[in-house]
């Protein structure tokens, strides 16, 4: 007589499986975006023209900037990890491209506007990635409830680096 595994043992044992995929997948889908803002950071950080500009007080300091772009790129990191884990590149195939794109544009503000001081040019990118990022929120929503949640973070983020990208135009 053969010996047969409970079907509640069977069950944990899948999932103890899971869960070991599933950790290496967080710790990658956070840590890339999470490492190319810090290399971004890292080789386009200084902002001497930011620093010099005459700034209205609720200008964020450089230290802010970079600090919320790294938790905005580990928050986004987070709800595509939460959409993929759900399935959701399958059922939302327009999700995956969207977020790179997202993560491109997001990194390229920084050399672009702090560095370059092209912030005419940078105002469009902020533009352009907060429509990305609506795009993200309405395809994550359908998949995933709390990276919905995630994406929001990210959106008031970059509307509130928008606002503060048109006013260097000006200054």
């Not at 327009?94 to 544009?105: C, H, K, M």
Request: charge should be positive; charged fraction near 10%.
């Amino acid at each position: 007589m053969a010996t047969t595994i409970p079907a509640t043992a069977a069950a944990k044992v899948a999932k103890k499986g899971k869960a070991k995929r599933a950790l290496p997948s967080l710790a990658m889908s956070i840590a890339i975006p999470l490492l190319l803002t810090l290399v971004i950071i890292l080789l386009f950080g200084s902002g001497h023209k930011y620093r010099a500009m005459v700034k209205p007080f609720w200008f964020p300091p450089l230290w802010l900037i970079h600090l919320s772009s790294l938790g905005s790129s580990l928050v986004m990191g987070l709800a595509v990890w939460l959409v993929w884990a759900d399935g959701g590149f399958h059922s939302e195939p327009d999700a995956l491209p969207l977020y790179i794109g997202q993560v491109s544009l997001s990194i390229v503000w920084d050399p672009l506007v702090l560095v370059i001081g092209s912030a005419s040019l940078g105002f469009v990118f902020c533009l352009v990635n907060f429509g990305t990022l609506f795009a993200c929120y309405s395809r994550f929503k359908r998949v995933n409830p709390f990276s919905k949640d995630l994406v929001k973070v990210s959106l008031v983020w970059t509307g509130y680096l928008s606002i503060v990208t048109y006013k260097i135009i000006y200054l």
